[in-house]
């Protein structure tokens, strides 16, 4: 039963009419999987009887308060440019804004490696935050960081059996021909760390990416990219190939540049939990203004 006789206009309120584990009647009576009620749980959005309640197996009782956060934000955790979508003892799944590195390079102090180190030590958590996997700087959108570094050694040596799907959704420039289809060659850098692609092997690494095509126009494509490989600069590099590089991008693009952004966003992140082996699915909404630009 819904509970709303209450002032507080940030939580909707509900009153328990039989005893269970709180993860259960979370399952059982709110909207979202359950990867996005374990992260409302753990990000301190669950209170009963007024108290803040992280723990899944707490057992509640019959005719107990439940006050459970609209908002779903962390007490502890503010950034513009990262969001915590779940967390538990060994990972942490992240959205990440354009313009912010993963992990420390160079003389740059903005990373999301450090917001989240900073994160842990405010919120009393005797971690630290191990990258597994990097996107670009001017790339937004899903990442998972380990806890511990055994979890990031599980990660890091299985990823490609752990990640079972992974998906980004790119502007690119001028109407693609075809609805969709495959681009595979061996990608390498060269002394500039320009990536480029061949059609033979040339000592580099093998890459496929599967495209679709969700929306065009006669200037600009909105396209579904699937990664079967994850080398470096893929996406940029296979879209280059095509003849419709993504928009906004200054290494691999051709100037187009609507959003004044590079628009290449991670919206899809799949994988069995590196521990508990339970299947975890994360996806972002397309941001809107890559959407605007198809009205």
């Given at each position: ?14 009153i ?14 709110l909207?979202?999987?359950?990867s ?5 749980l ?22 107990m ?9 962390n007490?502890?955790?503010k950034?513009?440019?990262?969001k ?9 799944v992240i959205?990440?804004a ?7 390079a160079?003389h740059?102090s ?5 917001v ?15 990258v ?11 990442m ?11 990660l ?9 799907d ?6 690119v420039?001028?109407e ?12 390498k ?8 692609s061949?059609?033979i ?5 093998y ?13 600009h ?16 590099v ?36 590196p ?10 909404p397309i ?9």
């Open positions: 039963m819904r509970y709303t006789n209450n002032p507080q206009k940030d939580y909707d309120h509900y328990v009419e039989q005893p269970m584990p709180l993860l259960e009647w979370m399952l059982a009576n909207k979202g999987s359950r996005k009620l374990k992260a409302t753990q990000g301190r959005g669950i209170k009963v009887d007024g108290k803040t309640v992280t723990q899944f197996n707490f057992q509640l009782e019959k005719g308060r439940l006050s459970v956060s609209k908002s779903k934000k007490d502890f955790f950034s513009r440019y990262v915590i979508l779940y967390e538990d003892l060994h990972i942490v959205e990440k354009p313009g912010i590195l993963s992990m420390a160079g740059a903005l990373h999301v490696k450090r989240l180190d900073d994160y842990f030590k405010k919120a009393g958590q005797k971690c630290r935050a191990h597994v996997h990097r996107l670009d700087r001017d790339t937004s959108g899903l998972v960081y380990a806890k511990d570094m055994e979890t990031e050694q599980v890091e040596h299985n990823w490609h059996n752990i990640v079972y992974r998906r980004y959704v790119a502007v420039s001028g693609m021909e075809q609805d969709e289809g495959t681009v595979a060659n061996w990608l850098d060269n002394a500039a760390y320009i990536t480029y061949s059609p092997d040339n000592g580099g690494k890459a496929v990416t599967h495209f679709r095509v969700l929306d065009r126009t006669t200037e494509s909105l396209v579904e990219y699937q990664l079967e490989t994850g080398r470096k600069n893929q996406i940029r296979h879209s280059a190939d095509m003849g419709h590089p993504v928009c906004g991008d200054v290494k691999y693009g051709n100037g187009d540049n609507p959003l004044h952004r590079l628009c290449l966003h991670a919206y899809m992140l799949c994988f069995y939990h521990v508990t082996h339970e299947r975890m699915e994360f996806e972002t941001p809107t203004t890559f959407r605007s630009l198809f009205k």
